[in-house]
């Protein structure tokens, strides 16, 4: 099946490389280009794109605002396409407030080309893109917070073992590494991840990392 994707960045030469690299690709399908936020949300929803990515930074209207458009939909929309943010700089506030708004993740400019297609990738299959200096800051920006009670009711929903699942995704482990630690089958922790996701109306595992910490249920310093 091939991957949809548009590209959103106010440089031309970015643009360019990125689709140029991406097109190469059997499985990807450079869709549709845009200069600015404003035009990326028109090219979005006229294109309907799996992937979008999305610079933080532009002119007319930057890309976290643009990405909360295509996030949170108004009445009538039914695309909703997975976004990953692309900055140059990995201490970037825009990223986890993007993250926070339901971005998939997120990738540096200058990251290697092979980087990129990966990323395209994995967050076409439903997973999250969280480079570990994001993860260390996200803990960092949490740990100076206090859980928010409405957050740690909706815990109450999980089994055990969802939570404890939910533990090991917010300590950053892979389907994998969940599934050697827990003595499971990998399809299992598939399963169990998804029901998690669902019962906390959660998009994918970036968004499950913030409840994580958020409700209180891991605290950074954790092992």
Known sequence: MTIRVIIVDDQNM???GFAALLAAQSDIDVVGEAANGQKGIEVSRSTHPDVVLMDVRMPELDGL???RALLDPPPGVVHVPKVLMLTTFDVDDYVYEALRAGASGFLLKDAPPADLISAVRVVAAGEALL?????????????KQRPTPRASLRLNGLTPRETEV???IARGLSNQEIAERLVLAEQTVKT???????KL???DRAQAVIFAYESGLVTPGEQ
């Open 65 to 67: 605002s643009a990405a």
């Open 166 to 168: 939910l533990v090991l």
């Open 201 to 203: 109306d959660l998009r």
């Open 14 to 16: 970015v643009r360019a």
């Open 131 to 143: 480079a570990p200096s994001v993860t260390r800051r996200l803990i960092a920006d949490f740990a």
């Open 192 to 198: 169990h991840i998804g029901r998690v996701l669902n």
